[in-house]
């Protein structure tokens, strides 16, 4: 019963630290980007 309560909790941090990571390199993608455009 622990397992089957920490498996879904590890792949759903998983999945939000990927999402973050995603949403932050966008950032930084559009962030450079901009700045190559206004310099």
Known sequence: MHQ???????SFRILTLSRIGQT?????TS???TIHFFY
């Not at 089957?4 to 590890?10: G, I, R, T």
């Not at 932050?24 to 930084?28: I, P, Q, T």
Request: include cysteine; proline fraction near 7%; hydrophobic fraction near 35%.
């Open 4 to 10: 089957a309560l920490s498996q879904p909790s590890v």
């Open 24 to 28: 932050f390199s966008l950032c930084r």
């Open 31 to 33: 962030q450079t980007s």
